[in-house]
T-cell receptor, first 114, second 111 residues
Framework: DVKVTQSSRYLVKRTGEKVFLECVQD?????MFWYRQDPGLGLRLIYF???????EKGDIPEGYSVSREKKERFSLILESASTNQTSMYLC?????????????FGSGTRLTVV | GQNIDQPTEMTATEGAIVQINCTYQ??????LFWYQQHAGEAPTFLSY????GLEEKGRFSSFLSRSKGYSYLLLKELQMKDSASYLC????????????FGKGTTLSVSS
């Protein structure tokens, strides 16, 4: 089974902190994605990556950056955390092209910024 | 623009049948996915349709009409464990562009 592992299930950070969310997949997938999920707003794409060292902005990249130094790892960085970044963050991966199973998601990180 | 619409909430009783609709308007189309997401958990894959028609998988079936930009997920013999959010997502093209997700339909199954 494909596994996508997110380093933390719950995180509490202070406003202004730099926050790193880590995601690792073990099936040699080319594509990796970061979404945030909020009630009533659904999944919104923050950033995605098609290859090592490549990144593309999604719909809501402001306040975030990403890093993909190795194929299996895709990190989401909150440069200076703010309370409006309190959310559930979901990482996903897929082969390229996406294929008939779409994404495999990690279990999510619920981030609270206080 | 890209848009996917699905009802926000639905309720049903155990043993019943429920149909969750999804309409989409996207710049391209290379398949439609349905995911199930229980509260506090990650979405999990349910089905994929790329050609018109019905795909059946046990108690779950998914239908696609590309000309109408329409899909539905049909859940039969509902069980309490089917209480979850159901996400409709479209792949806009073959190049692997990120999936576009609807906001999800929360289904509550009561006894």
């Amino acid at each position: 089974d494909v596994k996508v592992t997110q380093s933390s299930r719950y995180l509490v950070k202070r406003t202004g902190e730099k926050v790193f969310l880590e995601c690792v997949q073990d099936m040699d997938h080319e594509n990796m994605f970061w979404y945030r999920q909020d009630p009533g707003l659904g999944l919104r794409l923050i950033y995605f990556s098609y290859d090592v060292k490549m990144k593309e902005k999604g719909d809501i990249p402001e306040g975030y950056s990403v890093s993909r130094e190795k194929k299996e790892r895709f990190s989401l960085i909150l440069e200076s955390a703010s309370t409006n970044q309190t959310s559930m963050y979901l990482c996903a991966s897929s082969p390229a092209p996406t294929g008939t199973y779409g994404y495999t998601f990690g279990s999510g990180t619920r981030l609270t910024v206080v | 623009g890209q848009n996917i619409d699905q009802p926000t909430e639905m309720t049903a009783t155990e043993g019943a049948i429920v149909q969750i609709n999804c309409t989409y308007q996207t710049s391209g189309f290379n398949g439609l996915f349905w995911y199930q997401q229980h509260a506090g958990e990650a979405p999990t894959f349910l089905s994929y349709n790329v050609l018109d028609g019905l795909e059946e998988k046990g108690r779950f079936s998914s239908f696609l009409s590309r000309s109408k930009g329409y899909s539905y997920l049909l859940l039969k013999e509902l069980q309490m464990k089917d209480s979850a959010s159901y996400l409709c997502a479209v792949s806009p093209n073959q190049a692997g562009t990120a999936l576009i997700f609807g906001k999800g339909t929360t289904l509550s199954v009561s006894s």
